[in-house]
């Protein structure tokens, strides 16, 4: 579960990165220098990571 989080996260921010043209929007907010780049999939990976962890989390729980 938390290796599928960071991997959907890994993707959706490359996908952040890449696929802004394509869909018609401007890329200037996430591509302006190499460390935004870096920081836009960093933030992406790490909200898939929690996301998977709170899910962990969430499924553990005795309702």
Known sequence: MV????????AAGIGAL???????????????TEKTQVLTVAYYTLGGLVTALTIRALRSKPV
């Not at 290796?3 to 890994?10: I, K, N, P, S, T």
């Not at 394509?22 to 200037?28: K, Q, T």
């Open 18 to 32: 890449k696929l802004t043209k394509p869909l018609g929007l401007s890329d200037a907010p996430v591509t302006r």
């Open 3 to 10: 290796l599928r989080g960071l991997g959907y996260g890994a």
